[in-house]
T-cell receptor
Framework: DAKTTQPPSMDCAEGRAANLPCNHSTISGNEYVYWYRQIHSQGPQYIIHGLKNNETNEMASLIITEDRKSSTLILPHATLRDTAVYYCIVRVAGGGNKLTFGTGTQLKVEL | GAVVSQHPSRVICKSGTSVKIECRSLDFQATTMFWYRQFPKQSLMLMATSNEGSKATYEQGVEKDKFLINHASLTLSTLTVTSAHPEDSSFYIC?????????????FGNGTRLTVT
């Protein structure tokens, strides 16, 4: 599975949009981009995933560049409860479903 | 609500004893489940893939005789840490794919905090 690169930490003001970038320049055509987050001492929570089209759900939006080498997770109105480590993971479909976690981005939402 | 349930959430045991952790898929069947381990301030590391009806597949460096996995049914996988030692103290997390598609996302339990004294 392709490796990803994320900034180690980011800060965001409550109520503002949080834009979390992820670089996956070696992604191949059949690899999906998944986003998870982990709040302290809990299991990871699935947020969203996509292949090449932008995706939106009740939690977030996922913007994937046309060349698929990078993506951005957008939390439109961040709250204090969104403070967590956010993981961007790429995985090939049919790869046994398992996910390989990197170090992620620690997002801190502040007043 | 939660789709993967893990029990217990916390356990403290003495060195040399064994501990069993259960992972259940709620309202869906999972022929495959995954067990992860997370040490403080580190990311999740995959330990093994649990397969219903067959042997688990372990990642390199994970001792299969120490971490026994049994996928007893389509909704239950158990991880037994045998002869636990203080260095086995960690956060153990299970997961299962929700949906039959090859790109189905994994859903995770809330983890088990194991402390070996």
């Amino acid at each position: 599975d392709a490796k990803t690169t994320q900034p180690p930490s980011m800060d965001c003001a409550e109520g503002r949009a949080a834009n979390l970038p992820c670089n996956h320049s070696t992604i191949s055509g059949n690899e999906y981009v998944y986003w998870y987050r982990q709040i302290h001492s809990q299991g990871p929570q699935y947020i969203i995933h996509g292949l090449k089209n932008n995706e939106t759900n009740e939690m977030a939006s996922l913007i994937i560049t046309e060349d698929r080498k990078s993506s951005t997770l957008i939390l439109p109105h961040a709250t204090l409860r969104d403070t967590a480590v956010y993981y961007c993971i790429v995985r090939v479909a049919g790869g046994g479903n398992k996910l390989t976690f990197g170090t992620g981005t620690q997002l801190k939402v502040e007043l | 609500g939660a789709v993967v349930s893990q029990h217990p959430s916390r356990v403290i045991c003495k060195s040399g004893t064994s501990v069993k952790i259960e992972c259940r898929s709620l309202d869906f069947q999972a022929t495959t489940m995954f067990w992860y381990r997370q040490f403080p301030k580190q990311s999740l590391m995959l330990m093994a893939t649990s397969n219903e009806g067959s042997k688990a597949t372990y990642e390199q460096g994970v001792e299969k005789d120490k971490f026994l996995i049994n996928h007893a049914s389509l909704t239950l996988s158990t991880l037994t840490v045998t002869s636990a030692h203080p260095e086995d103290s960690s956060f153990y997390i299970c997961s299962a794919p929700l949906g039959g598609a090859s790109n189905s996302p994994l859903h995770f339990g809330n983890g088990t905090r194991l402390t070996v004294t």
